[in-house]
């Protein structure tokens, strides 16, 4: 048992420019997931499968990798208060109801020839609405969209609860009544619901669901937005582990990856997180849209460059992910560092 | 997503999974230690002291 492991871990050794690569990478994804709280661990998975890893084992790690970016994450939410454990154990109980339940209608659609379809209409449907949603809600509050990046100095009980939110808390009574943190008192059976009714369409579209789990917690449920943040990763660590676990048992989790990216990307969290405090999210966001659009762009490269046998398509697939990537996280330490050196000289200026 | 599909044990899979957990906790742990040691020294060194300031 030991021996498999540290044949695992002998990987780590045997090529240096991987292992600073998967480091190197791991910082410019945590620094991404650290500013914008999402959207850097979509980008391992492609990289591995364009540096020719099978897709198991590009699958299997990116989520291994998921699974350990999730849980130091939930460490640092837990150390704020912000994760609300009750919650996340209904949330967990609902959600995997719901997502074999969602497997099970893809299959019936299947077998009617139906599925193709109707997912891509659901999939439509949905990224809309809560597209709107939120940017409706963003546009109205602070002339702004995405994540607040004030929200971290507010008490949980300043949070306004959405009005659908409130609707719902005052209309459904049904007893179990449970106390969430914010001061949130809502039924047992609406937390139900909702997680079922996401774990539903995640099963359903085949999606981690995160993107849906956290609007449905803060507009059904009414939590605070960190709380919703918080409570969403640690159902994460649960889903994250399962399927490295699952994916582990075919080989598929290689820790050669997901150790040095791990690595990496522990500390880029930390400086992205910290570059919150500092830069106005705002103007980065264009770039942020970019690189998903380059990451797409890139991926399609990469597809056609192992299609038609061309390797040059493939590494430029390769570049385009990394380089996007990396532009990205440069803009972000950029503008923090200026940021802080005009701040300080304002001060002092001031002192003087 | 796993769904309900039930895992079967295996030492050598739960040891991996395990490993995973433990680096996440030590990195965690680690590099918390590494910015209240460290950090006011580099904020120092990346904006600068009193004279760059001005």
Redesign the interface.
Known sequence: ??D??LD?LGSLGTSPEMLALFVGFGLVVGVLFGFFGMGGSFLVTPALLMLEYPAPVAVGSGM?FV???A??AT??HHDLGQVDYKLGAIMITGT??G??A??ASVYYLESLGLAGGVISVAYVVLLGGVGAMVTRDALKSDGGGGIDHEAADKDLDEYEIPDIAKTIQRTVRIPPMVTLRGDVRVSVWVITAVAFATGLL??FL????GFIRMPAMIYAIGVPVPVAVGTDLFEIVF?G??????Y??GGG?D?GI??PL??GS??GA?IGSAATAVVDADGIKIYFGGMLLIGAVAVGVGEIGSYVGSSALELLGLVLVIGAAVVVALAILYTT?SS??VT??E??SVAD | MAGLEVPTWDPETALLIGTILLEAVVLYVGYGGLERLFGPYLMQLLVGGEESAR
Do not use: D, N, P, W
Request: no cysteine.
């Open positions: 048992m030991l498999s492991l695992g291994a699974f350990g970016t849980v130091i460490l640092k995997t109801i997502i074999e969602g497997r995640s099963g085949g999606v981690g669901g889903s582990g399962l399927g490295s676990y699952l582990g048992q989790v820790l997901v150790v791990l690595f522990a500390l930390r560092v802080l050196r300080r000289r001060q002092t």
